[in-house]
């Protein structure tokens, strides 16, 4: 017999969520910071192995008592200690819910029936462990901030109350099949990598509880040797972000790549600034090269671009 219906409510929190990663794939820490601000959905602890591969799919029947909302689910591990480890996750804009190329504005406290599937992934949830499934309205910077303050929901239990189904499968199952071993990887002569290639790159978070206002501060460097000369790669990206103004979301980025060859040196440059209003996007970046320090090109391009429910 299903269970009886109840409704959860969930406060946004615009900066919330940059523990959750970049994108998704990303290798993360402890979540625990993130689901502080989710509504957050635990099995008993599990008496066996349970393992997944494939797809998770969604259904949320949700509200908001604003004209536009984002949903992310994540699939978590919760471990014995407490410790908490993403599986996988996906988000969907409440507006988007019949078409990406045409949104419609929520109606406030009307419920709808989200449905989507969360990315990829192979996991085994290990004897003693928890299913936790985290559900936020904000994983900053990775989504841009909703320009609205707002409250959420989501109604459970019921026939028709939110629910995941999960591609489960056996924990243990035929005995593998034989590979030959890999084949030496072929190196070749005189180039080596130090650097992360910029991604994933390091990330520091400022938060002021006082103000409200919070910055993450991205940074990632690649560096290549050839025989015939080097390539340096950085990466900076500062997000600023204000949770009594959501709408007033910014970020500036830099990039310089840095080519020496025997007969030059080439350098290219890229400024990036991108902020919001409630109402749009403005857009704009540089790009410069330079040969021997001497400037050869460079080029701006600005944009404003209507936010049209985003």
Do not use: C
Not at 127 to 136: E, F, K, L, W, Y
Not at 260 to 270: C, H, K, N, Q
Not at 287 to 306: H, K, Q, S, Y
């Amino acid at each position: 017999m299903p269970a009886a219906a109840a409704t959860d409510r969930l406060r946004y929190v615009p900066s919330a969520g940059v523990e959750a990663g970049f994108w998704w794939g990303e290798l993360l820490g402890d979540q625990r910071p993130v689901d502080a601000y989710s509504l957050t959905y635990d099995s008993a602890p599990l008496n066996q192995d349970v393992a997944m591969l494939g797809r998770a799919h969604v259904r949320l029947l949700a509200a908001a008592d604003a004209p536009l909302a984002d949903w992310i689910v994540r699939l978590e591990d919760v471990a014995e200690d407490g410790r908490v480890t993403t599986s996988t996750g996906a988000g969907l804009n409440g507006a988007q819910r019949q078409s990406i190329d045409r949104p419609e504005p929520l109606v406030s406290g009307t419920e709808y029936a989200l449905k989507f599937a969360l990315y990829l992934s192979s996991w085994v949830w290990t004897r003693g462990h928890r299913i936790r499934v985290a559900a936020s309205n904000a994983q900053w910077p990775m989504f841009w901030p909703i320009p609205y303050s707002m409250t959420t929901t989501l109604r459970l239990g019921g026939v028709e109350g939110s629910s995941i189904v999960l591609p489960v499968v056996p924990s243990q199952g035929r005995v593998p099949p034989h590979f030959t071993q890999p084949e030496p990887m072929e190196e070749p002569q005189g180039i080596t990598t130090t650097g992360d290639y910029a991604w994933p790159g390091t990330w520091k978070l400022e938060r002021d509880e006082v103000s409200g206002r919070s910055t993450v501060m991205w940074h990632g460097t690649s560096n290549l040797r050839f025989p015939w000369g080097s390539f340096d790669h950085l990466e900076k990206l500062v997000y600023h972000m204000d949770d009594a103004h959501p709408e007033t979301s910014a970020v500036e980025g830099e990039s310089e790549s840095v080519e020496r060859l025997a007969d030059r040196v080439l350098v290219y440059r890229g400024h990036l600034s991108f902020a919001s209003d409630a109402n749009t996007f403005h857009y704009g970046y540089t790009r410069e090269l330079l040969r021997d320090g001497r400037v050869v090109r460079t080029r701006t391009w600005r944009e404003d671009i209507p936010r049209d429910l985003q």
